[in-house]
Nanobody, 127 residues
Framework: QLQLVESGGGLVQPGGSLRLSCAAS????????IGWFRQAPGKEREAVSC????????YYVDSVKGRFTISRDKAKNTVYLQMTRLKPEDTAVYYC????????????????????WGQGTQVTVSS
């Protein structure tokens, strides 16, 4: 069974950087997409960024464009989210998820298209 494990979260000052990792194991097939989502207290979960496993195309929510970069290392079965110029409003639990079926909506962050989810990693941006 596919398992996703996030790491790299922590406490950082505004303007700082963090790199999140999402390591996948227990699955030898192909993914359609890997996505990063976040949920802040009292708010709905939102898609932050997604990457297609087919061609590497990416999606970013407007609030992180120019600050976050998603990338993948297929040899390591790991997807990264490099976060720079962090803001207090980026504070949330960040989850990675894997979409197996080729629903186009997965490439635009529709959470229903994702089949497997990690446990999440806390990111806190505060001075």
């Amino acid at each position: 069974q596919l398992q996703l494990v996030e790491s790299g979260g922590g406490l950082v000052q505004p303007g700082g950087s963090l790199r999140l990792s999402c390591a996948a194991s227990g699955f030898t097939g192909d993914y359609y997409a890997i996505g990063w989502f976040r949920q802040a207290p009292g708010k709905e979960r939102e898609a932050v960024s997604c990457i297609s496993d087919t061609d590497g195309s990416t999606y970013y929510v407007d609030s992180v464009k120019g600050r976050f970069t998603i990338s993948r290392d297929k040899a390591k079965n790991t997807v990264y989210l490099q976060m720079t110029r962090l803001k207090p409003e980026d504070t949330a639990v960040y989850y990675c998820a894997a979409a197996l079926a080729p629903y186009l909506e997965a490439l635009f962050g529709s959470s229903w298209a994702y089949d497997y989810w990690g446990q999440g990693t806390q990111v806190t941006v505060s001075s």
